[in-house]
């Protein structure tokens, strides 16, 4: 069980009583959700988390998922959703990558099949199932802002840098907005800010040449995921200073980070939930349903929205309470006295 509020307002879909269109001639390819993931390397959750999830869901339910996994590569991710629409799809749920979603959608709905943009918006989509991520954004911002205070630190004069998403991912700027409407509500100005990637070895390197640039005087690092973290905390360890660093995704490396006090605290965005809440969606397309949505995007696009949540050290046994971390491969050798203080077993 999880212990404190995580609730997808998956509740939120309704189902009507009415049925659409088939996506398809009633075909075996009426039964077949399309589900494209965009890379491994940004975030262990894809493989890890939502394939499987999404798999399960899908296959219980008694329908076909053809899932497949872009691996960083606009090109591939092209070719691959031209060998599945050639297949045939009932629905198609797809995680954007650079943009490479949106050709991708329009070419589905020309085919009369329903696409459900999920965990990034995608222009052109019937649907979008992420979390609120502006309220992602906000609660990393708000993570800062307990570090400077625990540091002793006035926000209003305190030099934070940050180091956002891809920009060309369409969440980049929710994280980027909802943190800095938070940290700004305090006086926090960015002293530097990086272009902006989700490739750590890039963050690492542009978090260096802005650490150069302040001559050290950084007083903490707004960053947009534990994988970006965890680079830019590498190049703190190797100048001595353990700053307030921000994070999302409760990967192993950044809940590891917030027990060891590296990183203030990562939002958890419980994949299973948003998982749940996609799959429900998309079996409904299958069975020829016309779900509706309590919320929409500014552009109209119906909006099933999940839940996150802030979790810093005292909190990383509620990740591994619900599933979606191991104790066993959060607390290793250098962590076991960490995971002793916190409870995590």
């Known amino acids: 069980m999880i212990s404190i509020a995580v609730v997808a307002t998956a509740s939120a879909l309704m189902l009507s009583g009415c049925t659409a269109a088939p996506a398809t001639d009633g075909t075996t390819a009426s039964t077949r959700a399309c589900i494209i993931l965009p890379d491994s390397a940004s975030s262990p959750r894809w493989e890890g988390g939502d394939r499987p999830a999404l798999e399960k869901a899908v296959t219980d339910a008694g329908f076909e998922a053809d899932i497949q996994n872009a691996q960083g590569d606009t090109s591939k991710y092209a070719t691959i959703a031209d060998q599945q629409l050639s297949k045939g799809c009932g629905v198609m749920i797809l995680v954007d990558y650079q943009g490479a979603g949106i050709q991708v959608a329009a070419n589905a709905k020309k085919q009369g099949i329903p696409v459900i943009a999920y965990d990034r918006p995608i222009e052109g989509a019937d649907y979008y199932v992420s979390f609120d991520n502006e309220k992602v954004g906000g609660l990393m911002g708000q993570s800062i802002l307990d570090g400077l205070k625990a540091a002793g630190k006035d926000p209003a004069t305190a030099k934070v840098v940050y180091v956002g998403g891809d920009p060309t991912d369409g969440n980049a700027a929710f994280f980027h907005d909802g943190a800095d409407a938070v940290m700004g509500a305090a006086g926090i100005k960015p002293a530097f800010e990086t272009s902006g990637s989700w490739d750590p070895a890039v963050a690492g390197t542009d978090f260096e040449q802005a650490y150069t640039t302040l001559q050290g005087s950084v007083d903490a690092v707004w960053v947009a995921n534990d994988s970006n973290a965890a680079a830019v905390i590498a190049v703190l360890d190797k100048n001595g200073k353990v700053l307030p660093t921000s994070g999302q995704d409760a990967s192993i490396a950044g809940l590891q980070n917030v027990l060891l006090g590296k990183q203030v605290a990562t939002v958890y965005k419980p994949f299973t939930l948003e998982a749940e809440a996609a799959s429900t969606l998309a079996i409904a397309l299958l ?45 290793t050798p250098a962590l076991a006295d960490a995971c002793a203080k916190y409870g995590v077993k």
Request: with cysteine.
């Open 287 to 331: 069975k020829g349903e016309t779900p509706k949505a309590d919320k929409k995007l500014a552009d109209g696009t119906p909006f099933i929205a999940v839940t996150p949540v802030l979790v810093g050290p005292d909190k990383v046994q509620v990740v591994v309470d619900a599933g979606d971390a191991k104790a066993s491969e959060i607390c």
